[in-house]
């Protein structure tokens, strides 16, 4: 066995949100293997599914995550609305796109604070969850909710965006775009945060592909998939907008990737805004009758990358096997190339690096809450070496 | 109000979500190595009990089966405010059976499961 | 339909042709094929490889013919979405592993092997993913019958 420590980060640890334990195997500095163990956070989601009526399966669904809690009513949505062969109004569509996007502009936000957090910028991290406070805010009011805002259903959603608040949604995203330039600038531009995020955590192509990793992951190594681009759905066709990547794969490159795609998020938004004030307010859903017998598979482009859902029906009023797949689920696995080889300072961004998400990938997940005061347990050593390791940077520079 | 690192150092201890069987053997540990007293506050419908998860095969009970709680903040997710409103009602007006009274000499004895 | 999705569709039936039991075209972007248990890795790797589909995930049920297993593919360029529909039987539900063409199998294999109990041939590692320590050793929740 020789040298070998192993350090386990978890199962409550104040470097994540949710509860899981990773079993890093070191062998002086450098981390030679990982394993994870999981489970914690697994509730049964999948199996629940079958006993609940599909109105009742978004809400359930919804709870899958609380970060990205569209996400999943979203590819839900894509799939029941397959099986059932409904085209849902156009309002409908640019609604559910613009409430798919100001999620993801909420989801990067976190994740840069929480980058910022490790890397031991906590300065980053307060004022970044400062500047997510108004997306929170603009959710509260078109939705009624800070996150789980039950605004899909099968035919359409559930609220409408009244045209008289479109000139306060505006408001309040040209306030943000200043912001967001000062972010993307501070975090772009710092020599430090170079130093510890370019060439760390690296996946190549070759690992993408083989991995079958998604979202910023991929796209920052070069792999061009966006689900709203390859399979288009909802108001994503009827905008103007790109998809943004990257080439090296390493933490920077992801980072880089979701600054970008944020501003690409609100240049949609207002497109869906423009296109909103020109339709009639309340035709946001079709009934429809029943779900016939079938089987329909849904995607749609969460923050962290493609959510896919498949469902088998029979006619009756549950689903007989739903099955979800978040991103999390493939991009996790990724650990096992961008963090062997790496010293355990750089584990810990490079874990964070893929915006992982616990509670979607043990879909039978657990609903994440902001101020998740998790109990916690454990050291606080692998945070400490993070942040000693950015000073010790900061002062050569 | 700060988070520590660790268990020991803490007088709340705050639980959210659903727990299954999993994290059952953790927190009954968490609980142990509190140091006492320690306020138990169950946050979200799913740690006062088990809100949509409830039936699910592996829920292992919402939390006061496992540990004695204080006080719950209900709601899916709870809003901030009702989190610092229902923390604050606890900290000025714990309750008569709490933790707290207990260590000073009440009743004795806990009801985990 | 689109041309290139008629051109795999076709090149599957001349290349595997005893091995598709059936296609079923919903349109452009939905498509199933039926193939028994035996052919999964050939076929597998003759998306992943020639034709680099991506691998999505895979999702498995018990119904009334035995186990069946839906094997999930994306052709991201023209938004494709092929399953490919094994049906193993009830009493030994077992086939090959796809790990060893492309790791994001593994853990989708290992999760299928702990909650319906199939059996992944030739998988490095069929440990436990999700159930440790939150069902025991032998039950299958998702089975009609868990502890069969």
Redesign the interface.
């Known amino acids: 066995m020789g040298n070998k420590k192993i350090i386990p980060i978890g ?2 640890h ?1 470097l994540q949100e949710e ?1 899981e334990l990773f079993k890093l195997y070191c062998d002086g500095e450098i981390v030679r293997d990982i394993k994870w ?12 599914s079958e ?1 609940k009526t599909f109105d009742q399966v978004f ?2 669904v919804e ?1 899958v995550c ?1 970060i990205c809690s569209t996400s999943h009513p979203f590819a839900f949505a894509n799939c029941i609305e ?1 099986i059932a062969n409904v085209e849902i109004p156009d309002r409908a569509k640019y609604i559910r796109s613009i409430i798919g996007e100001m999620e993801r502009i909420h989801s990067h936000l976190l994740w840069v604070g929480l980058a910022g957090h490790f890397l031991g910028y906590n300065t980053v991290f307060m004022w970044v969850w400062k500047y997510r406070e108004p997306i929170l805010d603009l959710f509260e009011i078109i939705t009624g ?4 805002y039950a605004m899909f259903k099968l035919g359409g959603v559930r609220r409408d965006i009244p045209n008289h608040l479109i000139p306060s949604i505006r408001k309040i995203l040209a306030e943000f775009i200043p912001k967001l330039d000062l972010i993307t600038g501070a975090v772009m531009d710092d020599p430090v945060i170079h130093a510890r995020t370019k060439g760390v955590g690296v996946l190549t192509k070759e690992d993408i ?4 990793a998604v979202g910023p992951t991929a796209r920052a190594s070069g792999v061009a ?1 966006d689900v709203r681009k ?3 759905y909802a108001a994503y066709p009827l905008v103007n907008w790109k998809v943004i990547t990257a080439e090296e794969g390493d933490v920077f490159a992801k980072t880089e990737v979701r600054l970008l795609e944020m501003y690409e998020s609100v240049s949609i938004i207002e497109q869906c805004l423009d296109k909103l004030e020109h339709i009639k307010e309340g035709e946001i859903d079709v009934k429809v009758k029943n779900v016939p017998e079938g ?1 329909g ?1 849904g ?1 749609a482009e969460a923050p962290r990358g ?1 959510v ?1 859902h ?1 469902m ?1 029906t029979d006619g009756g009023y549950t689903p ?2 739903h ?1 979800i ?1 978040a991103p999390s ?2 991009n996790i ?1 990724t650990f096992k190339k961008s963090c062997v080889g790496q010293t355990i300072s750089d584990a810990t961004i490079s874990l964070a690096a893929v915006d992982p998400c616990y509670c979607c990938t ?1 879909r ?1 997940a ?2 994440y ?12 050593e692998l945070l400490k070496l993070s942040h000693e390791k950015t000073e010790n940077i900061r002062r050569r520079i | 109000m700060q988070l520590v690192g660790s268990i020991r150092h803490a007088d709340v201890l705050l639980v959210s979500g659903s727990i299954n069987q999993k994290d059952k053997i953790r927190l009954l540990e968490l609980y142990n190595q509190a140091p006492r007293p320690i306020l138990v506050v169950a946050i979200g419908a799913c740690a006062c009990t088990g809100g949509i998860f409830a039936e699910g095969n592996v829920f292992a009970g919402p939390v006061d089966q496992i540990i004695p709680v204080d006080a719950y903040i209900p709601g899916c997710p709870p809003k901030p405010e009702a989190i610092i409103g229902g923390i604050v009602k606890l900290l000025t007006h714990p309750p008569f059976d709490s933790s707290l009274s207990r260590e000073r000499g009440g009743t004795g004895g806990e009801s985990t499961k | 339909m689109n041309p290139e999705i008629k051109n795999i569709i076709e090149d599957l039936k001349e290349k595997f042709d005893p091995e598709i039991l059936n296609i079923t075209e919903k349109n452009d972007k939905r498509v199933t094929v039926d193939i028994p248990g035996k052919a999964i890795i050939n076929i597998s790797q003759y998306l992943y490889h020639d034709r680099h589909f991506r691998f999505i995930i895979a999702s498995a049920l018990e119904t009334k013919k035995g186990f069946e297993i839906y094997y999930h593919f994306s052709f991201d360029r023209t938004g494709l979405i092929m399953n490919l529909h094994v049906i193993l039987p009830a009493e030994k539900p077992e086939i090959e592993s796809l790990t060893g063409s492309f790791e994001g199998a593994n853990w989708i294999e290992r999760e299928m092997h702990e909650i319906l109990g199939i059996n992944f041939l030739n998988h490095p590692n069929l440990e436990k993913l999700i159930s440790q320590g939150n069902w025991a050793e032998g039950v299958y929740p998702y089975r009609k019958k868990p502890l069969s």
């Open positions: 199962p409550y104040p509860p163990e999981t489970g914690y956070n697994h509730r049964g989601i999948e199996k629940l006993s809400f359930l709870r609380g397959e909710n800070r996150n789980s592909i083989d991995f079958a998939i390859d399979d288009p089987m598979t995607h493609e896919f498949f088998i007989v096997r099955k797949r689920y493939v696995a043990e039978m657990m609903v809450d902001y101020f998740t005061k998790k109990p916690l347990m454990g050291t606080r």
